[in-house]
């Protein structure tokens, strides 16, 4: 695979996931618990399905992870499409329409092509490496935002655990304390596309998995953001903290973050 022929990979993946949007029409829900406040739905796992069988069929030897079924035996060398069939799906559940379906593939283990829609709001995010990062069409660009006092937070809670959930509200309340306001969107992947759509400046959660960030990344890095850890280590697609950002509030949201961890 060359990266010159990503831009009619992407333009297929585009139409499977418009074919799958229509599997999350919010009727006859059911939900199952899958942990403590972390669910999955009929509809997560209809289009779970849908993408496991159409798109390796769009890419010679790659295989499929996804959120809601068992992982593949062996990833190691092939290209690997990263699905989560429904980011947000407690928002899902509840009725709010800020929910996402995401597909990313991975190339050698980095996101060279993500697509990312919000079938609510009809916002197609997308991208591969090299092409530039677009919504419905239009080209998009992190923001130009130098202080956190000038930018929006945008903020995942991680509510699985008091662990998460305290070390995520001590983040969370020192960055407050800092930025115009915060928004817990509840679809981390829907933030990476807002930050890289220029509608924030910081984004950051302290659990984030392969399937709400694959696709996220490839557009951020488009978009000309950047993603570390919270220590600023490279991200690794593994699941674990995340601060992404317009790259000029990095150093300085790191510095906070790093203050309200050893407090
Ligand atoms: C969740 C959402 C949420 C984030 C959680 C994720 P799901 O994904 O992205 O915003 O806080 O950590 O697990 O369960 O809706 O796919
Ligand atoms: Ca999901």
Same mark, same amino acid.
């Given at each position: 695979m060359t990266f010159e022929n990503l831009a009619p990979l992407l333009e297929k993946v585009e139409s499977l996931v418009h074919q799958a949007?229509?599997? *999350? *029409? !919010?009727?006859d829900i059911t939900v199952t618990a899958k942990g403590e406040k972390d669910f999955v739905t009929n509809a997560d796992v209809a289009v779970s399905n849908f993408f496991i069988q159409h798109l390796p069929a769009l890419l010679e030897g790659s295989q499929v992870l996804s959120e809601e079924a068992p992982p593949p035996? %062996?990833?190691? %060398?092939a290209p690997l499409w990263v699905v989560d !069939?429904?980011?947000g799906t407690t928002n899902f559940i509840f009725g709010l329409p800020v929910y996402c379906i995401s597909v990313g593939l991975l190339w050698q283990g980095q996101p060279v092509l993500g697509v990312v829609y919000n079938p609510v709001m009809q916002e197609l995010y997308t991208a591969y490496k090299g092409g530039g990062a677009f919504l419905n069409g239009v080209p998009i660009h992190v923001n130009t935002d130098a202080e956190l006092k000038s930018t929006l937070l945008l903020a995942e809670t991680n509510p699985y655990s008091n662990r998460t959930q305290t070390l995520t509200s001590a983040v969370i309340g020192e960055l407050f304390l800092h930025t115009v306001d915060y928004r817990v969107t509840g679809s981390a992947a829907l933030d990476i596309c807002y930050l890289a759509a220029g509608r924030a400046g910081v984004f950051v959660t302290e659990q984030i998995t392969p399937w709400d960030c694959a696709a996220g990344l490839a557009i951020l890095a488009e978009a000309g953001g950047m993603a570390t850890r919270w220590n600023g280590e490279a991200m690794d697609l593994q699941t674990g903290a995340i601060l992404a950002t317009n790259g000029l509030l990095h150093n300085q949201t790191a510095v906070i973050i790093q203050q309200a961890c050893t407090r």
């Open positions: 949007a229509v599997l *999350t *029409t !919010p009727r035996s %062996n990833t190691q %060398n !069939p429904i980011d």
